[in-house]
């Protein structure tokens, strides 16, 4: 299950995000889920929400909570360090680096997303970026 608390995008909006989803969190953990998934970033990418404490929803669920939003390998480490997720997810950096774990196994330069190919159009933006060796292991016939 996957739920963004405090991105209002295309209209999702809660007055009272932290009680709502605490609520939402301790009733989902009931259910035995493999996971909850939360994205910690707002519309700007800001992941210090004022009104949202997101521990407390990780607290709530009581199972394997995944964080994202804004996480580099940096922020990514020192967050699962300091316990605050149990996992970490990539969304922009995963799009723009199809071989991002091998690229934070050898400390390689990054691809920089790019916003334009966001959302929509063909498959530019979403298959091609290079890899470092030039080649996926994947999807052969
Ligand atoms: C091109 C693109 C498409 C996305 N589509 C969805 C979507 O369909 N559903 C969703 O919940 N989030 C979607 N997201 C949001 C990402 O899953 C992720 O939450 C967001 O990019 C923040 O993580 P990041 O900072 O690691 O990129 C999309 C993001 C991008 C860049």
Do not use: K, W
């Not at 996992?87 to 091998?102: K, M, Q, T, V, Y």
């Not at 190919?117 to 060796?133: A, I, K, R």
């Amino acid at each position: 299950m996957r739920l963004s608390p405090v991105n209002p995008f295309n209209g999702m909006y809660d007055s009272d995000p932290q009680t709502t989803f605490e609520y939402v969190a301790e009733q989902l953990g009931r259910l035995g889920l493999a996971y909850l998934h939360v994205v910690e970033a707002d519309e700007h990418g800001e992941t210090t929400h004022p009104a949202v404490n997101f521990h407390r929803f990780r607290d709530a669920f009581g199972g394997t909570y995944i964080a994202n939003g804004g996480f580099d390998y940096e922020r990514a480490g020192a967050y699962l360090h300091q316990g605050r997720a149990d996992l970490i997810s990539f969304g922009r950096l995963f799009l723009a680096n199809p071989d991002l774990p091998e690229r934070f196994a050898h400390n390689t330069p990054l691809n920089v997303p790019d916003h334009a190919t966001f959302y929509g159009g063909d498959e530019t933006g979403y298959t091609d970026y290079p890899t470092v060796t030039g080649n996926l292991a994947c999807c052969g016939e």
